[in-house]
């Protein structure tokens, strides 16, 4: 079918909101006051006095193109699944999308002022892949690389390290359209002529690329939403995510070994993301439903990049029976296609065998953990007081707890299983302070003990990590400012205010 772009915003999407703004602000003076950290949280404290980051570690701020950027339609950009998903195929918050988000498409100037006013030296954010390609393919829009011309062009002017994330979720809806997006192997051409344009445009401007963000996440959308989406795919539900994840790693493998080729020596890294994972119990059943937690999630992704080029055994055991067999050259190619073990790192979680048991549960795809075979849950069984893992974030973050003492630990974890051989970058780590959307005076909006003492304690976390032999070189803290967090809306606020910006570079 012959489509133009007026007509695949029409028939997909429908009327989009527009902002008042929408033309490129440009940055005016910051006033001193607002750089000014609330006195309770300015005591000495000696505990870690002899602890240090290592020189060259880098701390920065974090943002993705369609939770802040605004402006869908502006410019030539094509539309997206996250706008087929916000306005038509998904349950969002207050009906809330990412049409306006906090319009950073015209503000991302007075944006980078101000992170460098906060003395942060590193700000990752995401290329909208529609801006580039409308179609996802085909015609190169001119206009969107423009954008992130002066963009990047803005960081390095401010002294703020450009990282971009070249693909956080927002796949042009015309390849979901046309043929099935990452569940076809098309996608892995598109993705890396893509990726081409970018390497070839900013290289080695860009401080730090990232091929792709979270594919657990995105990956895990699949299937997209039946009657919304046309089903151009006999993949079955359950295999989906897999193809995905399959297809995901020879993009990035491609990817990397083509940035190498063209002579880019910037480090590029595939970001991962979970948590870390105790047992729920002693028993040896809950210590392999860990075993398996960390197999189906870092693992899925790790052991290609870093170890085998290849998905870890338990894993394997599954996909061996839909998905083809690595060669020999992929292997070699997926093997080392990521510069850093990087991580999103938020919060950890107990892990525990199905009530019928793991290996019940393997023999019954109609099982719902089926194929995983674990469970999860952020409190202990009663007989050890049913105690919850860390204080919980706003109900609807149900996922994240402030469970930042096991942050050691988990790093440790990943640097002995794992073997980055050029250390771990923590590239989001975030909290989410409870009912912040229902306050209305500035100061309580302001005041959030919990986000606080969070990154406090997250950041002591990394100096006891580092003083016990991590190779820990940077952090990327999520986010620079409330954004749309997906189903959530802008319900929930991750957005760091002023003084978590001063406790984080103190």
């Known amino acids: 079918m012959v489509i133009n772009l007026s007509d695949l915003w029409n028939l997909y999407i429908g009327p989009v909101q527009t902002p008042s703004v929408n033309t490129t602000i440009e940055p005016t003076p910051i006033p001193s006051a607002d750089l000014i950290p609330p006195p309770y949280l300015d005591y000495p404290d000696t505990t870690y006095a002899n602890y240090s980051f290592p020189k060259g570690f880098w701390w920065g701020v974090a943002s993705a193109s369609y939770q802040v950027e605004g402006a869908v339609k502006a410019e030539g950009r094509g539309p997206s699944i996250w706008d087929a998903f916000t306005h038509r195929a998904m349950s969002v918050a207050d009906n809330q999308t990412g049409d306006v988000a906090i319009n950073e498409y015209y503000t991302y100037k007075r944006e980078i002022q101000r992170i460098a006013a906060m003395g942060v030296k590193a700000y990752s954010f995401s290329i909208s892949w529609s801006r580039i390609f409308p179609f996802g393919n085909g015609p190169i829009n001119e206009a969107g690389l423009k954008h992130y011309d002066d963009l990047i062009e803005t960081c390095i002017q401010y002294g703020v390290q450009p990282h971009v994330t070249m693909y956080h979720w927002d796949l042009p809806l015309y390849l979901q359209l ?285 100096l006891v990590a580092i003083s016990e032999g991590v190779n820990l070189v940077g952090c990327l803290a999520w986010s620079i400012a409330d954004n749309l967090e997906w189903t959530a809306g802008f319900t929930v606020k991750f957005g760091l205010q002023v003084r978590s910006y001063v406790e984080l570079v103190r």
């Open 178 to 462: 046309s043929y099935g997006g990452w569940t076809d192997a098309r996608i892995v051409d598109d993705f890396v002529d893509y990726a081409k344009v970018l390497l070839t445009r900013w290289g080695d401007k860009v401080a730090q690329w990232y091929t792709f963000n979270e594919p657990i996440s995105f990956c895990g959308e699949y299937p997209v939403p039946e009657g919304y989406f046309p089903r151009n795919t006999d993949i079955p539900d359950v295999q989906q995510k897999f193809w995905c994840g399959h297809y995901m790693l020879l993009a990035a493998g491609r990817t990397y070994r083509l940035a190498r080729s063209m002579n880019i020596t910037a480090p590029i890294t595939v970001k991962n993301n979970g948590g870390y994972k105790l047992p729920r119990t002693n028993s040896s059943e809950d210590i392999e439903a860990v075993e398996r937690a960390y197999a189906f999630n870092e693992g899925w992704f790790a052991d290609p990049l870093f170890l085998t080029g290849d998905y870890p055994p338990r894993l394997k055991n599954f996909t061996s029976t839909f998905l083809p067999e690595f060669t020999e050259e992929e292997k070699a190619m997926i093997k080392g296609a990521s510069d850093y073990f990087a991580h999103d790192a938020y919060t950890a979680a107990y892990y525990a065998a199905p009530d019928a048991g793991i290996a019940a549960c393997l023999t019954d795809p109609s099982n719902t953990l089926y194929p995983t075979c674990y469970n999860s849950s952020y409190t202990l069984p009663p007989s050890q007081g049913g105690w919850l893992i860390g204080p919980a974030a706003d109900p609807s973050s149900r996922w994240l707890h402030k469970a930042t003492e096991y942050l050691p630990a988990f790093l440790k974890y990943i640097q002995n299983t794992w073997k980055p051989e050029k250390g771990i970058v923590i590239t989001e780590f975030g909290f989410t302070e409870p009912f912040e959307a229902y306050k209305t005076k500035r100061e309580d909006i302001l005041t959030d003990p919990i986000r606080s003492a969070y990154y406090r304690d997250y950041v002591q976390g990394m």
